[in-house]
């Protein structure tokens, strides 16, 4: 792989991330035009995607650091003082119970991934006819989320019933074309939550599955490079950079707008992948 394909992959992978449009789609879609996915090791480029999408992880980790060294501490001194009987203030047992609804929210998706791994690192993942019915799909659903979900819990009323339908939401992330953010984001609206807290619950979220993917696949990602490490690494860098961006920019767009503009992009995006494909002007 050339430095500009690590380059244009990774600004991909970080832009997509975040915004509920699918990462995997484009660069499964990108992959393919740039003939850079193997039919015979189709694993490969999950382990490459996987290894980049740490790159933004470093993103939510750098972008929401406080946060999140408040719940790591909230977390650790409140179920300490079970044991040690010291005082915990509020923010504190918040917290805490913020730590337990991540790691709640992350438990379906765990054994889901566990269970089929072998599915998604297979040739099925990287179908187009599934990543372009999946992007009309999640886009439908995400339409019903917009139209009938309340819209009107923070973060701070986040519960247990949240976290777990936002976590089984995040499973259908694993079907390529979902979406980890539009799925997490779309069972944030139908649990009741503002566009914003659902995001940023999302984000969140993102942190553990993002990381156990990636440390999963990250021996697979290297082998295949052939001791060549440097595109994998720029690209994770500029997954870093743009993740960033897309981070920032749709917290504060979610805050006065709608998801509809990436509802009709992503059903404009899947109409058109399908047209190519059944007119047999792209390889699936």
Request: contains cysteine; hydrophobic residues 50%.
């Amino acid at each position: 792989m050339s430095i500009w394909y690590a380059i244009l992959l990774g600004l991909i992978q970080g832009l997509t991330e975040f915004l509920p449009i699918s990462s995997t789609a484009h660069l499964t879609i990108a992959g393919k035009l740039l003939g850079q996915i193997s039919q015979e090791r189709p694993d490969e480029w999950t382990a490459f995607i996987a290894v980049i999408q740490l790159g933004t992880l470093f993103s939510v980790l750098f972008y929401f650091w406080q946060d999140i060294l408040q719940i790591t501490i909230g977390f650790l001194k409140t179920n300490l003082s079970l044991f040690t009987k010291k005082p915990v203030s509020e923010s504190e047992k918040y917290n805490s119970k913020l730590g337990w609804f991540v790691i709640v929210g992350t438990i379906p998706a765990a054994i889901v991934g566990l269970i089929f791994r072998h599915q998604i690192e297979g040739v099925f993942t990287k179908d187009l006819r599934v990543i372009s019915w999946a992007l009309i799909l999640l886009a439908i659903v995400l339409t019903v989320a917009e139209l009938t979900a309340r819209k009107q819990r923070n973060m701070q009323q986040l519960n247990l019933s949240d976290s777990l339908i936002i976590g089984i939401s995040q499973t259908f992330s694993l079907i390529p074309g979902c979406s980890r953010s539009g799925s997490t984001i779309t069972g944030g609206l139908f649990a009741g939550l503002t566009r914003e807290a659902a995001a940023r619950f999302s984000f969140l979220l993102s942190i553990p599955t993002i990381a156990a993917s990636g440390l999963l696949e990250l021996p697979k990602a290297l082998q295949s490079t052939s001791g060549n490490t440097t595109p994998l690494i720029v690209a994770t860098g500029f997954a870093f950079i743009s993740g960033y961006a897309s981070i920032a920019f749709l917290l504060r767009f979610l805050q006065k707008n709608s998801t509809f503009v990436f509802v009709f992009y992503r059903i404009i995006l899947g109409i058109i992948l399908l047209v190519l494909i059944y007119r047999g002007g792209l390889s699936i």
